[in-house]
């Protein structure tokens, strides 16, 4: 597995050799509404199409993201693969949902670069290409109206406007018996310590595995029969939402990883309450291990969900 790692403002240098159909490379600035998030970063235009084709490291590390290469397909997300991209293909994954992205993603050089429309059809930020001002404006998904199953996937924190995302029941999941939520916990403790490691094998059964947190909670679940969706998106979908008060071991918890959480807010990491304001989860050099909801893993979680 190849991670690609690319901090913003940081310049890369692209030969563009074997492609003549593609304007020379240019130098912009990347503007999220009037905020500038990236500074000089590589672009390429395609004069007659209009098109604009970006490092999709850039867009992903400026999302809080990493971009990694494993068995042809392009996984990217924060503490779990959250969208699949391939190169030359159209045909692309939300969560564990299929999308068609407008281009195909492709390589410019060394690199995977992405057309802004398939930024847009991937992160539903519309983008724009200021040719003029060598300027790539990215729109807030809070100020443009997204179709309704993207819609979905967009967090508010006002608990009237509830999307069906929040109040879905769980439809990928099979179970014999309802266990006990306590179980849950215990089972999930004795795996404290395993090692994290980003699009682990989501059919691990081995409590030495290495896992992200998607599979980490996957793998739970289905040591009591339950199986759950691959991507923490998918599995945000499913379930009945618990508010804060009413927490119980065994829920499952939603956050948003971005790097400065505002304005839309993203599924992107998934743990399992414990009890006592804390829950277990994996992520980063500590592998599976137990956090307290406050501070910053506070400011970033979303919602609860409880699968039975």
Not at 28 to 55: C, F, H, L, N, T
Request: proline share 5%; aromatic share 12%.
């Amino acid at each position: 597995m190849k991670r690609f790692k690319l901090v913003c403002f940081f310049a890369l240098c692209i030969h563009l050799a074997g492609c003549s159909p593609i304007a020379g490379i240019q130098h912009a600035d990347v503007y999220m509404e009037d905020r500038m998030i990236a500074q000089q970063i590589d672009v390429v235009p395609e004069g007659r199409s209009g098109k604009v084709w970006v490092p999709l490291s850039v867009i992903s590390s400026c999302l809080g993201m990493s971009v990694y290469e494993k068995d042809n397909a392009l996984l990217i997300g924060s503490t779990g693969p959250a969208y699949t991209l391939q190169p030359g293909q159209t045909a692309a994954f939300l969560g564990d949902k299929p999308v068609t992205v407008a281009d195909a993603p492709k390589y410019i050089g060394n690199e995977v670069y992405v057309s802004d429309r398939t930024v847009t059809d991937l992160w539903t930020f519309p983008v724009h290409w200021d040719s003029q001002r060598k300027r790539i404006g990215i729109a807030s998904a809070d100020h443009k109206q997204l179709s309704s199953w993207l819609n979905a996937y967009n967090y508010t924190n006002s608990p009237t406007q509830l999307s069906h995302f929040q109040t879905g029941q769980y439809r990928a999941m099979t179970s014999a018996a309802k266990p006990n939520s306590a179980a849950i916990v215990a089972y999930a403790k004795t795996l404290q310590g395993a090692p994290y490691q980003f699009a682990a094998d989501p059919e691990a059964t081995s409590a030495a595995a290495a896992f992200d947190a998607p599979s980490f909670v996957r793998h739970v679940f289905g040591h009591f029969g339950i199986t759950l969706p691959r991507r923490a998106i998918s599995q945000a979908e499913l379930g009945t939402t618990v508010a804060d008060e009413n927490l119980q071991p065994g829920d499952l918890m939603f956050f948003d990883m971005q790097k400065e959480p505002s304005g839309s807010r993203y599924v992107s990491h998934v743990a399992i309450y414990t009890g006592n304001n804390r829950f277990i989860h994996t992520y980063g050099a500590d592998g599976v291990t137990v956090s307290e909801l406050s501070g910053e893993w506070r400011s970033r979680y979303l919602f609860a969900k409880r699968w039975g």
